[in-house]
Structures are given as C-alpha cells and as structure tokens.
C-alpha cells in the first residue's frame, strides 16, 4: 500500500538554527500534503497545506515565515522550522492524501523536534 | 462549522475485556470517517474508515466501528482488548473535499 516516508524521526538542535523536515510519498503522487503538530498529550493541529507548485496555505495562527513549507515535486514536502525556539519544540506530523475523492489519508512515522 | 468530539480523555480497561471509544462528528452531510491509532513517539495508523454503504465496518487489529447517521456517532469497538492495544486513539473526519479534521484523542489504558 501507499506509504509516506517523513524523515528524521527525531532531531535535537540548539536555538536559533533551523530544521527542515521532509516527508515523502513513496508509491504515489502527493498533490496535496499536510503538516500537523502534536503537543504531548493533545490531538493533531493542522499547521498548513501543502500543494505542488503553489504556495502553502497555512491555518491561522502559523506563522508562514516561522514555518517555511516547500512542495517542488509530486513527491516531496519539506517543512523548515526557522530560527527555532524551544516553545518550537514538538512533534510534527506530515499527511499526504491520495485516492479518485481524496479519501485515502496516509501519515509519516513523525518528527519529534527538541529545541534546546 | 465541522467538529469531531471524543468526549472520554481516558479509558481504562482490564486486559480481556471489551472496549468502545465514543466519536461523536458535527457535519452537514455524511463524511468519511476514519479512526486512528498512535502509540508513543510514533506517527499514526489506520484501524479503519467508512465511506458509505454498510454502517459496521471492520479494521485491522480487531477492532470494529459502526457509523450511526441518527446519533451522528462513530463508535469504535473491540471485544477483547489486549495489553498492546494501550494507544492514543483518534477519530478524525475529512472536511470540506478533502481536509481531515481529528479529535483531542482518547487514551487508552489497558489493567493486566
């Protein structure tokens, strides 16, 4: 079955560098993409949407210039935490949806950020 | 506005007995309907979904759910729980044409 691969698992980096995430569709094509966050113990929030070609929409709230997201090809998504901060600290899920009426949802393993 | 509602933060079950997890959704038509299983530090994985047609639906692991149009409910269901099955569980409905919306998640707590 359709996979996506989001990659690294986990990443530890100091504050004020920036991290960037990839997630990837690896049997199918991905027009659509989604980045989610986690905090411990609560439900996924959906950060944004990520279309090939075309600018991300982000929910409000995000900040599209804290949490840059690049979708250059079918197949892969990057999220890029800029200049993180330790409340940037979390764990980030990213989506992919595929099917005739966008019913198949496939999720990442997760990448779980800590900001020191 | 859509929601999904999952009134129970916690569930505590004793190895070997039945559970359901309730999932309670506010939309204007029938949605697809998904129920989603995470263990810790992990991502998320498919139990089951509905999209029409028959309202039991089955899914992997055991576990069942039952779409009810008049309660607008979509309750998951295990006869057995085993001590493996101790999740955060999440039920979610695909909103608008196709963005998912989750639930805060139900953790559950299996007693040997």
């Known amino acids: 079955g359709a996979v996506v691969s989001q990659h690294p698992s986990r990443v530890i980096c100091k504050s004020g560098t920036s991290v960037k995430i990839e997630c990837r569709s690896l049997?199918?094509?991905?027009?659509?993409m989604f980045w989610y966050r986690q905090f411990p113990k609560q439900s996924l929030m959906l950060m944004a949407t990520s279309n090939e070609g075309s600018k991300a929409t982000y929910e409000q709230g995000v900040e599209k210039d804290k949490f840059l997201i690049n979708h250059a090809s079918l197949t892969l998504s990057t999220l890029t935490v800029t200049s993180a901060h330790p409340e940037d600290s979390s764990f980030y899920i990213c989506?992919?949806?595929?099917?005739?009426?966008?019913?198949?949802?496939?999720f990442g393993s997760g990448t779980q950020l800590s900001v020191l | 506005a859509q929601s999904v509602t999952q009134p129970d933060i916690h569930i505590t079950v004793s190895e070997g007995a039945s559970l359901e997890l309730r999932c309670n959704y506010s939309y204007g038509a029938t949605p697809y309907l998904f129920w989603y299983v995470q263990s810790p530090g992990q991502g998320l994985q498919l139990l089951l979904k509905?999209?029409?047609?028959?309202?039991l639906v089955q899914g992997i692991k055991g576990f069942e759910a039952e779409f009810k149009r008049s309660q607008s409910s979509f309750n998951l269901r295990k006869p057995s729980v085993h001590w493996s099955d101790a999740a955060e569980y999440f039920c979610?409905?695909?909103?608008?044409?196709?963005?998912?919306?989750f639930g805060r998640g139900t953790s559950l707590i299996v007693h040997p």
């Open positions: 509905y999209f029409s047609g028959d309202t």
């Open positions: 989506s992919a949806i595929a099917g005739q009426k966008n019913e198949k949802l496939f």
């Open positions: 979610a409905v695909l909103r608008g044409s196709y963005i998912p919306t």
């Open positions: 049997d199918f094509q991905a027009t659509t």
